[in-house]
């Protein structure tokens, strides 16, 4: 048994993978994706055209569509600039010079030959038309004075044979090269039968029984092994349409030379008729093939019949694969690309490229990053948004780091009380180690590797999990973003919402006992959520309404008496609408001093509920600058001009300030160590 085994082993082999995606290979990175999808939809593109805005650019190191595209073109003008339509008049044309130049040597030396008919061969001969047709036509009876002129000669007509049925059949010109009588009769054969066939389909008399017979009698023909009477059509359909797109990018000239040849093509009649009623019953058959296309063809590289319609196949398949890559019809998928098409035409590189954006598309439709909303379109979901938001939030983390600011200064159990629950440990965090769970892991991913755990267990840095507390200090926080029209056309949009984003992601992942309220304000304001904050489109309606937007944060103030007011304001403008008592929205430009006195009012009114209030001015308006600073200033309030870049850095900054100050944890210099790490 041990050496049958043995034997076996040695006779295996291993070779590429071929039953669909590799098994071993690892799964597709949706980081990239989500990033970049995520810029997009908060600059106000849908999450669908977001999605297929990445798959055509493709990532850093991931070719996308458009570049498949522009090769698929690259290839299609290759085919079109290399080639020409004359190599089968060319090889014509070089076998009959070669069999008058053999038949003129002939006359010279045969010294038996009556002068007289030596004098009426070379007359002929010398008067010969310039057209290969007409000449071959003339020379069809001529009584050939050499064997090696007549063999030649004979070449032409076996030639023209191969190549028309090379067309309908590919492979043909090669496999009847040297032909016999027996071989042309198969042929004969073949042709009747397969004519039947169709004419029996057409009618619908056809039956799977009588299609196997045939292909037992002629599947020497059909080197594809076509399974049923659909795919040998669709396959003969498809070759006799690139032959007829051939046909039709031909001069006339061509054509009727090719069409005079085509009558001496193995010295037989029947195979044109034969031909032609074999394209006549696929055109019926199969209407929807592109049987009217053409195209310049002005290389220097000519083609014969055959080797030209697999050309005009493949031009064919090049155009499908542009379509494909365009995905710009309804319904379309990635899953539309025909990769076996793409590896025969551009090769496996291509082909493995396409495969991996359909596996990205697939990953991002199921991965549970999108969802379809009731309208039919596609949303982030609030796992794409956690994604999103700690990617977002670690670009905070590296800004703040080296920056000198606020810190919060966290001791073990400073936060407070332990909640039981326990979280993956991140770089900056002080709270105590979980040593059973830590332990644990460490022996499951020792284990997992295939080593032995009664030797030791190594602890590594993604084994080790920290025990959570419960927040002894809760945060009532507002944010304000302004989304005036102003906030658009200076291209301060997607980084209000990138702060806000990167906001809640903390707040909600690392200061759970805190309460954020999101309020976006323009001629009115309102609460709005992360995710709909996220997604909303630039809007261009006039009016920056303050007002409004301190209403609805004092209310959320009030409604958490026992927590610390945390006010944040967003504003690239002074205050140009404000909210009447009917519920009207009242605007005016310059700003009207009753809209100032009515956001002055209620910014007071947050103070007296004990909010700790930050501007962050956008802009570097001085008349912005100095009413800003006085509300500052009668509030108590501080005021930070961030870059826009920093902006995000800037909130959570104010945040952690504000949040850290009433526990008595003052703030003092240095990075944010205690809650991201050192970037």
């Known amino acids: 048994m041990a050496r049958a085994n043995r034997r076996l082993a040695r006779r295996a082999r291993y070779g590429r993978y071929d039953g669909g995606p590799d098994p071993l290979a690892p799964p597709v990175d949706l980081s990239e994706a989500l990033d970049a999808i995520g810029e997009d939809v908060m600059a106000g593109s849908s999450p669908e055209r977001a999605m297929r805005e990445f798959l055509r650019r493709g990532g850093a190191d991931q070719a996308g569509l458009d570049d498949l595209a522009r090769r698929v073109a690259e290839r299609r003008r290759e085919l079109t600039k290399k080639h020409n339509l004359d190599g089968t008049l060319q090889e014509v044309k070089a076998l009959l010079d070669k069999a008058v130049l053999a038949e003129r040597k002939q006359l010279a030396r045969d010294t038996e030959l009556d002068d007289g008919d030596r004098m009426l061969a070379e007359m002929q001969l010398d008067n010969l038309p310039a057209s290969p047709a007409a000449a071959v036509s003339e020379l069809s009876d001529y009584d050939w004075k050499s064997s090696e002129a007549r063999a030649d000669f004979e070449k032409i007509k076996d030639l023209l044979g191969r190549e028309l049925l090379d067309q309908r059949f590919a492979g043909m010109k090669d496999a009847l090269e040297n032909a016999t009588d027996a071989d042309r009769a198969a042929i004969t054969e073949m042709m009747n039968d397969l004519n039947a066939l169709l004419d029996a389909h057409g009618r619908g008399e056809d039956s799977q029984e009588q299609f196997d017979d045939f292909m037992q009698k002629h599947g020497e023909f059909f080197p594809d092994?076509?399974?049923?009477?659909?795919?040998?059509?669709?396959?003969?359909?498809?070759?006799?349409?690139?032959?007829?797109?051939?046909?039709n990018s031909m001069s006339q000239e061509q054509r009727d030379e090719l069409d005079a040849l085509a009558q001496q093509a193995f010295g037989s009649p029947e195979l044109m008729q034969s031909l032609a009623q074999l394209d006549g019953s696929l055109r019926s058959l199969r209407p929807g093939e592109n049987w009217g296309g053409s195209e310049k063809m002005d290389g220097e590289e000519g083609l014969g019949l055959g080797d030209g319609t697999g050309v005009f196949q493949d031009i064919a398949e090049l155009d499908a694969l542009s379509e494909q890559l365009a995905q710009s019809y309804n319904g379309s998928r990635l899953d539309d690309l025909d990769l076996d098409q793409l590896s025969r035409q551009l090769g496996d590189e291509a082909a493995v490229n396409a495969r991996t954006l359909q596996q990205l598309e697939k990953a991002l439709r199921e991965s549970g990053t999108m969802k379809r909303g009731s309208d039919g379109q596609l949303t982030l979901t609030p796992k794409a948004m956690r994604q999103l938001g700690k990617a977002l939030l670690r670009d905070v983390a590296n800004r703040m780091s080296g920056r000198q600011g606020n810190r919060d200064l966290r001791q073990a159990g400073a936060a407070g009380e332990r909640s039981g629950a326990t979280r993956e440990w991140a770089f900056g965090d002080t709270e105590s180690w979980d040593v059973t769970r830590t332990i644990t892991n460490a022996i499951t991913r020792t284990a997992g590797e295939g080593g032995a755990t009664g030797a030791g267990v190594r602890i590594e840095i993604g084994d080790v999990e920290v025990q959570e507390t419960e927040a002894r200090t809760q945060a009532c926080v507002a944010l304000l973003v302004d989304t005036s029209f102003s906030m658009v056309i200076d291209g301060r949009w997607?980084?209000?919402?990138?702060?806000?984003?990167?906001?809640?992601?903390?707040?909600?992942?690392?200061?759970?006992?805190?309460?954020?309220?999101?309020?976006?304000?323009?001629?009115?304001?309102?609460?709005?959520?992360?995710?709909?904050?996220?997604?909303?489109?630039?809007?261009?309606?006039?009016?920056?309404?303050?007002h409004h937007a301190l209403l609805l944060a004092n209310r959320h103030f009030r409604k958490h008496p026992n927590a610390q007011p945390v006010l944040l304001i967003v504003t690239d403008g002074e205050p140009t609408s404000h909210l009447e008592a009917s519920g009207e929205v009242f605007f005016d430009y310059p700003p009207h001093p009753l809209t100032v006195a009515y956001a002055v009012r209620e910014l007071e009114n947050s103070m007296r509920l004990g909010a700790q209030t930050t501007f962050f001015r956008l802009g570097d308006d001085p008349g912005l600058a100095r009413f800003i600073?006085?509300?500052?200033?009668?509030?108590?309030?501080?005021?930070?001009?961030?870059?826009?870049?920093?902006?995000?850095?800037?909130?959570?900054?104010?945040?952690?300030?504000?949040?850290?100050?009433?526990?008595?944890?003052?703030?003092?210099?240095?990075?944010?160590?205690?809650?991201?790490?050192?970037?």
């Open 629 to 679: 600073d006085s509300m500052a200033k009668r509030v108590g309030g501080t005021v930070v001009a961030p870059e826009l870049d920093d902006l995000g850095a800037a909130v959570v900054s104010s945040y952690l300030g504000s949040r850290g100050s009433r526990g008595g944890e003052g703030p003092s210099s240095g990075g944010f160590d205690g809650v991201f790490g050192r970037g």
């Open 494 to 546: 997607v980084p209000m919402k990138r702060t806000a984003l990167a906001l809640h992601t903390l707040i909600t992942s690392r200061f759970r006992g805190d309460d954020l309220q999101l309020i976006n304000f323009g001629r009115s304001a309102s609460v709005i959520d992360i995710e709909q904050l996220t997604g909303l489109e630039e809007i261009y309606d006039k009016g920056t309404n303050l």
């Open 225 to 247: 092994k076509p399974s049923n009477i659909d795919e040998l059509l669709d396959s003969l359909a498809e070759r006799a349409a690139a032959a007829q797109r051939m046909r």
